[in-house]
């Protein structure tokens, strides 16, 4: 994977106009303005808190492409749906079938008897929403919150498409999953059992998709006001 951006550390402070710059220096290296079917994958509303740079961002992405952003779908897993109210606090979101749901291929039992620790022998079957899938976009942008997870160990990257647009086949069995092998085994972790099996599914199912991820991570200096955020 081809690292586009970084920037940060515990104590670094980026202002809106800096994440705005620093966004458009990632898509202008692969030429973002010629991509014209461009689909976004930010947060729903139950990240509202963390959501805060990653809706930023969204924005930013929305001003950056223009008319050529014909989808945008938020990675809702198996959360309610999203209210009109809730939609108005965010960004433009457009309506897609929520249960459109398409299972793209499966990772084999032996990864998940190893990911939990030889108690479930089946294999995992990785699902998309059809409109990712199929959508024929030539950009997919992935954006979302790097947090601790008591599932995934540490929340986003695949994560945000496998469970935020998979079906409740997959997301119940992978939470089963990590639940079986021991959530306090799994929280703050990057790099475990759960993880690698997304990991096999991206490497195996997802290659041939146009995906870049947009990564956040913030601290909270104060828990006084929204802007008072470390990135």
């Known amino acids: 994977m081809v690292l586009l951006y970084s920037d940060g550390s515990?104590?670094?402070?980026?202002?809106?106009?800096?994440?705005?710059?620093?966004?458009?220096?990632?898509?202008?290296?692969f030429h973002g303005k010629d991509k014209r079917k461009v689909m976004f994958v930010p947060p729903d509303f139950t990240r509202f808190h963390s959501y805060v740079e990653s809706g930023i961002v969204t924005q930013h992405a929305y001003e950056y492409f223009?008319?050529?952003?014909?989808?945008?779908?938020?990675a809702l897993g198996t959360h309610a749906p999203m209210t009109p109210i809730e939609i108005s606090k965010v960004t433009v979101y457009a309506c897609h079938?929520?249960?459109?749901?398409?299972?793209?291929?499966?990772?084999?039992?032996?990864?998940?008897?190893e990911a939990s620790d030889g108690q479930v022998d089946e294999p995992w079957p990785a699902q998309l929403n059809k409109l990712i899938w199929e959508g024929g976009h030539d950009l997919i942008l992935s954006i979302g919150q790097v947090v601790p997870h008591e599932v995934?160990?540490?929340?986003?990257y695949n994560k945000n498409l496998f469970v935020g647009t998979g079906g409740s086949d997959a997301i119940n069995f992978s939470h089963?999953?990590?639940a079986v092998y021991g959530m306090e085994r799994m929280m703050g972790?990057?790099?475990?059992?759960?993880?690698?099996?997304?990991?096999?599914?991206?490497?195996?199912f997802l290659?041939?998709?146009?995906?870049?991820?947009?990564?956040?991570?913030?601290?909270?200096?104060?828990?006084l006001s929204p802007h008072d955020i470390i990135i």
């Open 152 to 156: 995934m160990g540490m929340a986003n």
């Open 189 to 204: 972790r990057a790099n475990n059992p759960l993880r690698r099996i997304l990991n096999y599914a991206s490497d195996h």
């Open 10 to 29: 515990p104590t670094t402070e980026i202002s809106d106009d800096d994440l705005k710059q620093a966004l458009v220096t990632a898509l202008d290296k």
């Open 176 to 178: 089963f999953i990590g």
């Open 207 to 223: 290659t041939h998709l146009p995906i870049v991820y947009v990564q956040t991570v913030i601290g909270r200096r104060y828990a």
């Open 66 to 74: 223009g008319e050529h952003v014909k989808d945008i779908m938020p």
């Open 97 to 113: 079938q929520l249960n459109d749901v398409v299972k793209i291929g499966e990772v084999p039992r032996e990864l998940v008897r």
